[in-house]
């Protein structure tokens, strides 16, 4: 009996980029089979690493969606016949030398009955040259005390630090306590923006709940 042999296949138009640099992606699907298959679909995945721009695709009646760093594209496919997508990404911010992988994958959840199912997949990779001088985030906490009794408060001064040469831009960090401790309260001269998330997002870490205080932050080289 006939059946379709659904492919996938990627190619990229430059390896490698550097930092900032457009790569287009262009994901080809096939039908090799003897038999037409309808509603296809493929879903592309592009690394956090890229930021996705646009994307166009053949005149075989391919239609894509995007959510965050997936493209979905669904269409028919005649035996024999093939079609493509063509994306547009932007290398993201990156420190060094990055390798990331684009990945597609083509009727993903078996809906469609073929001949072959092994050729189904497809990767490429992709080197992306980022800057030389980068942020280095790390973080310090100093407590008053090791040893407290019931019913009293332990102080921690917490400190983060980039000691790296560029600005860091912004970014999280969260400090958790066991809930059992009483919680997390914030004293004065606290310098960044904190949300203290007590009893709205328990944080249970190997069956012990802790609550959590999520702070933002975007420290200039060298800064503290």
Known sequence: MAKPDLT?????SSDPVNDGDSVVHTV?????GRKAANSVQTVITLPSELTYVNHATSSTGLTCNVVAQTV???GDLSAGKSGNVQ????????????????????????????????NNSASVS???????????????????????????????????????ATDSGEFEFSVTVPTAAGGIRQEGGF??????ESGESVVVIDGVEY????CTANLAAGEV
Request: with cysteine; proline share 3%.
């Open 28 to 32: 080809t699907v096939s039908n090799v």
């Open 72 to 74: 979905t594209c669904v």
């Open 126 to 164: 992709l080197e992306i040259i980022g800057s030389t001088t980068c942020p280095e985030l790390s973080m310090t906490i100093i407590e008053d005390t090791d040893t407290v009794t019931f019913d009293s408060a332990a102080f921690y001064d917490i400190a983060v630090r980039n000691g790296g």
């Open 8 to 12: 996938v296949a990627i190619t990229e």
């Open 211 to 214: 609550d959590r205080l999520t």
């Open 87 to 118: 994306i547009t990404s932007t290398a993201a911010r990156a420190c060094g030398v990055t390798s990331v992988a684009v990945t597609a994958e083509i009727d993903p959840r078996n809906r469609i009955v073929e001949s072959n199912e092994t």
């Open 191 to 196: 310098s960044l923006p904190c949300v203290d």
